[in-house]
Structure formats: structure tokens, C-alpha cells
């Protein structure tokens, strides 16, 4: 009987699971995760206002409840917790689902003025995520800044332009939508390099910030103007082309005076974080005004807009982190594999795979993990004969507690789901989310009783 460990509990690494069990009738699979909740990404990156694609956890909780797959959460692999090593000798097979933990930078002056953060960060803490701790994003604030555009600068910029009322219903933390409810901030700036033809949002998520109820978009048509696929669009098909239509139907339209303003800007280059008199905090962020180039690219004008902001979110893509005892390659952020399999100076390294953002880089939406660990899959099963019988052949659970770590369990799991129940219902809210590793662990190991 083949054991295998998915190391991820987002969608990539519950595919994976989900890919194994349908493609072969016996096999056993543990999904670990170093948080004692699972979905990854799912509950700790889509907006809380975003309802049906968070429903997709009802999806995934059907995986990971199947009864050849096991859920073990608050298990860390690397240092402090378990090596490559070591999970090879618990597994017949070792699937790295691990995503991309980081974000890119700019690279420009100024990056790490206080008041200057990455979107994730954001994201993380009005999702609750148990590692974000600051809580003070939007405090003194008056203007936004958001770099980037696509559709988690839309999601960053739509939280700070709604309404505290409006995500009152969600599960986003007490503490965040109280900041968000006292937040001053009445000006968004939502700004690309590239124009509006190149913009990687789709169109469901920029629409939606057309329908915010005290805000509205405002868009320059003499800069949307400098894009030749917006002055023409009869080359462009699908979701580029609605784009632009949106765009054009928000240009024509005259500004209303609402509460709040989204600013869509394109064609402008982030080149320097400007600090306040004291030298102590982001006070605007210098743009280049660039041009298409002919080439898909922009070039630079040497024209200069400086844009008011005392909050200055970078949005501009996500990067994989190398994880300990496993290869990696720095100019993609990714694993090098074949077919999922991992290489190691360009030979196979028996029973160890990736699947997800750390084998193919962050693309796609989340559907596309479907295909991905169905590669990673088929490679695994076919190399299954090799690998059976490396290992000894006691539950891996047994040696990994042997070896002192103690899993939250799918039971654990469900003790969190309960105490976040209770916890929205005692503040006249529906289900709202734990924010810390104390009350999570504290709420796991809380007797089902």
C-alpha cells in the first residue's frame, strides 16, 4: 500500500490528494500543513467579500474528509520541524505543494518607508492569518496607493474602498473591520506600468468596483487614450476586450461626488517612495509616465507624476521561497522537476514531487492546479513499484509523533470551525475567523465534548 504525505493543504495540494485517491484504489495520503487550518490560500487569501469563490472550501473539505485521506495540520516542515529527510523515511512518496510565500519588489528608493507594505500583508491580516500582526495599514491615512493590476490589487483596493457595513456579514476579523470602519482613507489609486489592453484583473473582479455603493471610478480617457489596443480594440477577443469596454463606459461617464474614489491609472511607473517632512513615513510615491514601446513593453518619458499617499500597497506578483532540503532555482522561484518529479542536479530524486506555484510559478486562476497534480499524479504512480517498500510499514503518524510533533486533526479542525461560530455569534456577526496561533491551537485542542 502506497503512503504518500501532500505537503500543502490549499488547492493544489487537496488536488493532488483528490488525484490520488481516484487514480489509485489503495493508496493512503496525509495532507500536511504547518497552519491547523486547512485551504491555504482559500480561507487566507481570497477577499472575505468574495462569498462564492470562498465556497470553494466546501469542495476541498470533501477531499480532504474521503476516508483514504488525513489531515494533519500545525506540522512544520523545515527548520524547526521536519526535514526532507526525515519525511521520506515516514513516506513512500513526498508531494511538495508549498505555493509561493513571498512577493516581489520594486526595487526602488524608499520600498521600506514605515506605511509602505506588500498587498499580502494586507491580505493576510484582513483575512485573519495567524502570522500577520501589524494592525495599523490604514491608521492616519487619507490617500491609497496600490502598484499593480491585477486581481489582487483589485481585491486590496475594493476592501479599502467598501464600506465597513458591507463586510460586517463576512468572516474578516473583528479588529480589521473595526480598523476599517475608522479608516479616513476617501482616495484609492489602483496604478499599472503597462495600459488598461495589458492589465491582468479579470473582468468580474474590475466590475465590481463599479458597483461599490459610496465609492465610484475614476478613469482619465487621455491616458487610456495612450493604449492602441483601447483606441482600437478590434484585435483584442475575451476577457482583455471587456476590460476595456468597462473602462471606456467608467471614462465617459461623470464623476458623482461619492464618499470614496477609485483612481485607475495605467501607463505610469513607480520609480520612488517619497517620505513626509520628518523622514518617518510614505508620503507619495513617484511615477514615471512611459509608453508602449511597440513590443508589448513600455519605455520610459521622463515625465514625472508624484501621487499623495500615506498607504502604499505593492501588488506586483508573487515569488516561491526555497525550502529547506529540496533544490531551487532563484530566477523562477521554482523547484526544478520533470513532469512533477523533483531534480536534483538534473537527475530524478526518487519519491519527492512538486505540484502547484512551486513547480510551475505563480500563474494561472485557481482551477489550474486541477491539471498540474494530475501531472504530478501520473508521474508519482508510475514510479510507485520502485518506491514501495523503502519505508517501514507502520502508520506514519505513529513515527511522526515519535519524533514529537502532535497534528491538529480533521476533529481539531472542526473544534476551530465551532469556536469561530460562537465567536461571530457572540458579536452579533455570522462566522468570525480566529486571528492568532494562541486562539487557533487553543480552539484545536478544545475538548468535542
Known amino acids: 500500500m502506497l503512503r504518500v504525505a501532500v505537503i500543502g493543504s490549499g488547492p493544489s495540494g487537496v488536488y493532488t490528494a483528490q488525484s490520488l485517491v481516484q487514480l ?54 523545515g527548520p524547526g520541524g521536519l526535514s526532507a529527510g526525515r519525511l521520506r523515511e515516514c513516506y513512500d512518496a513526498v508531494v511538495y505543494c508549498v505555493g509561493a510565500a513571498t512577493d516581489r519588489r520594486l526595487g526602488i528608493p524608499g520600498e521600506d518607508l514605515p506605511g509602505s507594505w506588500s498587498a499580502t500583508q494586507f491580505v493576510s491580516w484582513y483575512s485573519a492569518h495567524p502570522d500577520a500582526t501589524e494592525d495599523g495599514f490604514v491608521r492616519g491615512a ?15 483596493t475594493r476592501i479599502l474602498a467598501r464600506g465597513a457595513a458591507e463586510l460586517s456579514p463576512t468572516d474578516i476579523p473583528q479588529a480589521a473591520l473595526g480598523a476599517l470602519a475608522e479608516s479616513r482613507v476617501t482616495d484609492v489609486h489602483m496604478v499599472g506600468r503597462r495600459g488598461p489592453s495589458q492589465a491582468r484583473f479579470t473582468t468580474k473582479e474590475l466590475r465590481e468596483l463599479g458597483g461599490l455603493p459610496d465609492a465610484e471610478v475614476l478613469v482619465e480617457a487621455e491616458e487610456l487614450g495612450l493604449d492602441p489596443d483601447y483606441v482600437d480594440p478590434s484585435g483584442l477577443t475575451g476577457t482583455l476586450r471587456r476590460n476595456v469596454e468597462t473602462l471606456r463606459g467608467w471614462a465617459e461617464r461623470p464623476a458623482r461626488g461619492a464618499a470614496r474614489r477609485v483612481h485607475a491609472r495605467f501607463f505610469l511607473r513607480p520609480v520612488a517612495l517619497l517620505a513626509d517632512a520628518e523622514g518617518a513615513h510614505v508620503a507619495a510615491v513617484r511615477f514615471e509616465r512611459t509608453l508602449p514601446d511597440g513590443r508589448g513593453g513600455v519605455t520610459g518619458t521622463g515625465q514625472h507624476e508624484d501621487i499623495e499617499a500615506q498607504l502604499v500597497l505593492r501588488s506586483v506578483g508573487y515569488r516561491g521561497v526555497p525550502l529547506e532540503g529540496l533544490p531551487f532555482d532563484a530566477s523562477s522561484g521554482t523547484v526544478p522537476h520533470l513532469a512533477g518529479r523533483v531534480l536534483r542536479e538534473g537527475a530524478v530524486a526518487p519519491g519527492e514531487y512538486v505540484a502547484g506555484w512551486i513547480k510551475r510559478g505563480p500563474t494561472g486562476v ?46 481539531g479542525w472542526q473544534s476551530i470551525e465551532r469556536a469561530e461560530a460562537a465567536l461571530g455569534a457572540s458579536l452579533g456577526r455570522n462566522v468570525v475567523k480566529l486571528p492568532d496561533w494562541q486562539s487557533l491551537m487553543t480552539a484545536a485542542h478544545h475538548s468535542a465534548g
Open 142 to 156: 487619507r490617500s491609497a496607493v496600490v502598484i499593480g493590476v491585477g486581481n489582487v490589487a483589485v481585491d486590496v
Open 366 to 411: 485557481i482551477g489550474t492546479n486541477r491539471p498540474c497534480a494530475k501531472e504530478t499524479v501520473t508521474s508519482l504512480l508510475l514510479d510507485a513499484p520502485a518506491l514501495v517498500g523503502e519505508r517501514p510499514g507502520e502508520d506514519p503518524l505513529g513515527a511522526l509523533r515519535a519524533r514529537g510533533v502532535a497534528p491538529v486533526e480533521w476533529a
Open 24 to 77: 489509485d484504489p489503495e493508496v493512503r495520503v496525509d495532507v500536511l500543513d504547518r497552519l491547523p487550518c486547512p485551504y491555504g490560500l482559500v480561507r487566507y487569501g481570497v477577499a472575505p467579500d468574495h462569498e462564492k469563490i470562498k465556497s470553494l472550501q466546501n469542495n476541498l473539505r470533501t477531499v480532504l474528509e474521503h476516508d483514504r485521506v488525513r489531515f494533519l495540520g500545525g506540522v512544520e516542515i
